[in-house]
């Protein structure tokens, strides 16, 4: 059974740090794509970065490049997404989600997906 366990939300002052978990059960990370959306209160789910594991190519939105950095822990079959310098505007569910192989940009285009953890930043 695919399963994530999502972990690192929480609250975090404006210009702070987080790092989230997403820690995959049932399947082997190496021939999956990983991303990380969010969404807040109103909006649509997005997409935040991707990384797919097969060639290591990561993704960024614009709206968070050189502040947040996706990683795979393979040994322990792990995740990560470090976020850096966070802005209110960053306030959101978290998500990661898996699909075949390669990166995808749409929600729709990902197969599984954990249950997603809160991130709120305010001071």
């Known amino acids: 059974q695919v399963q994530f366990v999502e972990s690192g939300g929480g609250l975090v002052q404006p210009g702070g740090s987080l790092r989230l978990s997403c820690a995959a059960s049932?399947?082997?990370?190496?021939?999956?794509?990983i991303g990380w959306f969010r969404q807040a209160p109103g909006k649509e789910r997005e997409g935040v970065s991707c990384?797919?594991?097969?060639?290591?190519?990561?993704y960024y939105a614009d709206s968070v490049k050189g502040r947040f950095a996706i990683s795979v822990d393979a040994a322990k079959n792990t995740v990560y997404l470090q976020m850096n310098s966070l802005k209110p505007e960053d306030t959101a569910v978290y998500y990661c989600?898996?699909?075949?192989?390669?990166?995808?940009?749409?929600?729709?285009?990902?197969?599984?997906w954990g249950q997603g953890t809160q991130v709120t930043v305010s001071s």
């Open positions: 989600a898996a699909r075949d192989l390669f990166c995808g940009t749409s929600p729709d285009e990902y197969d599984y």
């Open positions: 049932g399947f082997i990370l190496d021939y999956y794509a």
């Open positions: 990384i797919s594991s097969s060639d290591g190519m990561t």
